[in-house]
């Protein structure tokens, strides 16, 4: 899921760009090099979690204090970065263009996206808890 943030992420980076909209682009930027360093740090992580069948507790608790900081600036810094469009891009709201819907919905999906990986990363840091005796007890 994180290799598919960071591709929407890319997407909207571009599409801001093309369309000469406004891009904070050391926010933008930035937040994109967390995520990429992110994506390289949880395979590690999760490699030598399953590999080495270590339990990184502290590590995951760091990762995801660290995500829930740069979401929370990230979203501080680009939730309105289309003025006064509706985040959820109704369709009654009188956009310039459909380009311009399509600009919101790219924005938007971008914004749920980086939430929901804080939620699965705080749900990975909380199985992180769960005691070895019940763990190896549960069959996938």
């Known amino acids: 899921m994180l290799g598919l943030y960071n591709i929407k992420e890319y997407w909207k980076i571009q599409l801001f760009k093309r369309r000469d909209l406004y891009l904070n682009k050391p926010v933008e930027y930035t937040y994109l090099g967390i995520n990429l360093i ?3 740090s949880y395979n590690l992580l999760c490699g030598y979690c399953f590999t ?3 339990r ?3 590590e995951f608790i760091f990762a995801t204090i660290l995500w829930l900081i740069s979401a929370t600036v990230y979203t501080y810094f680009t939730g ?3 003025g006064e469009t509706p985040f959820l891009c109704s369709s009654d709201y009188g956009y310039s263009s459909k380009a311009a819907r399509f600009v919101c919905q790219v ?4 914004l749920i ?3 929901l990986m804080f939620l ?3 749900l990975v840091t909380i199985t992180m808890y769960i005691p070895d005796k019940i763990y190896k007890g549960i069959e996938v």
């Open 113 to 115: 996206c980086m939430w």
């Open 56 to 58: 990184l507790i502290k």
């Open 120 to 122: 699965s990363n705080s």
């Open 107 to 110: 924005r938007a999906a971008n």
């Open 80 to 82: 309105k970065e289309l």
């Open 52 to 54: 080495k069948n270590k």
């Open 38 to 40: 992110n994506l390289v």
